[in-house]
């Protein structure tokens, strides 16, 4: 964990988070916090980092979520040296599916 993110702003922030049950709540939440280039920006990202899991190449990941590819190295990045945030959240989705 970084810890110059480890603040009470962000606790209490990610204990928001926590409180929200389904879909639309999380909509609701996300719209008010964000702006909506946050918000692609941030959905982008975990997308770029769902291709990556599943072995897509830089350009196929560029051309279908438009990011560049600087911000695809990031998030590879993020996935071989970060915390395993996306591993984690991956396995629960792939559970879910099945």
Not at 47 to 57: G, N, Q, R
Request: with cysteine; glycine share 4%.
């Amino acid at each position: 964990m970084n810890k110059k993110i480890k603040t009470e702003a962000v606790d209490f922030l990610f204990e928001a988070i926590l409180q929200l049950k389904d879909k639309t709540e999380c909509y609701d939440f996300f719209e008010d916090l964000c702006t909506v280039n946050e918000l692609l920006s941030l959905s982008q990202r975990f997308e770029v980092a769902y291709m990556l899991k599943d072995h897509k190449t830089y350009l196929e990941i560029a051309e279908r979520t438009g990011a560049s590819t600087a911000t695809i190295s990031r998030v590879n990045r993020s996935l071989n040296y970060g915390n395993d945030g996306y591993d984690l959240v991956f396995s629960r989705i792939c559970k879910k599916e099945e």
